[in-house]
Structures are given as structure tokens and as C-alpha cells.
């Protein structure tokens, strides 16, 4: 944008930066867009690998306040969820 004063001369106001984000055409570069493209998608996989229904059918279950949490590989990651806060550790049936 440029703005004439009384001598003839223009002053800019906004400058503006050259975009390196787009080439001759005018599009946006095809490597940022894969790029872009390559990030959104691992993203939403690795989401979708660590589902809570995933972790209900582990061997070992607490038990605390009436919750039932079959999470737990060993009793011994079990034992130190529930350790001091009055849990119990149960064995899940349904993941055998």
C-alpha cells in the first residue's frame, strides 16, 4: 500500500515480506504440503494404537472406590497403583 505526498513521493506503509511459502505459481510448495501431509497422519496413528479398550484385558485389575481397572501386566505394577490408597489387586478372568 502506498500513500503519494505533496512532492510526488510515495511512502510504504506495510511492507511486504516475500512468501517463501508459495512458488512461481502462486501454489504452496508440494514438500511442506507432503510434509504437513506425513505429520497429521502419524499423529492420528499413534492416537488410535493406545486405546483404553486395548488396556481393560491386561492380566491384573485394581480395585478401588468400586472401580475395576484391568490395566496392569504384573501384580507388582498393580500393587504399587493401588499402594497406600486402600485398592486391591484382583486377577482378570476375562483376559485368560
Not at 504440503?33 to 494404537?49: C, E, P, Q, V, Y
Not at 484385558?57 to 485394581?62: A, Q, R, Y
Request: with cysteine.
Amino acid at each position: 500500500m502506498r500513500i503519494a505526498k505533496s512532492a510526488g513521493a510515495t511512502t510504504e506503509l506495510f511492507a511486504r515480506a516475500p512468501d517463501d511459502s508459495r512458488d512461481d505459481s502462486g501454489g504452496l510448495h508440494m514438500s511442506k504440503l507432503a510434509l504437513l501431509a506425513a505429520a497429521i497422519i502419524m499423529t492420528l496413528s499413534a492416537m488410535g494404537a493406545a486405546t483404553p479398550g486395548n488396556a481393560q484385558n491386561l492380566p491384573w485389575c485394581s480395585k478401588f472406590k468400586g472401580m475395576t481397572n484391568c490395566m496392569y501386566a504384573t501384580r507388582q505394577q498393580c500393587r504399587a497403583s493401588v499402594s497406600g490408597r486402600h485398592g486391591t489387586c484382583v486377577q482378570n478372568h476375562r483376559s485368560m
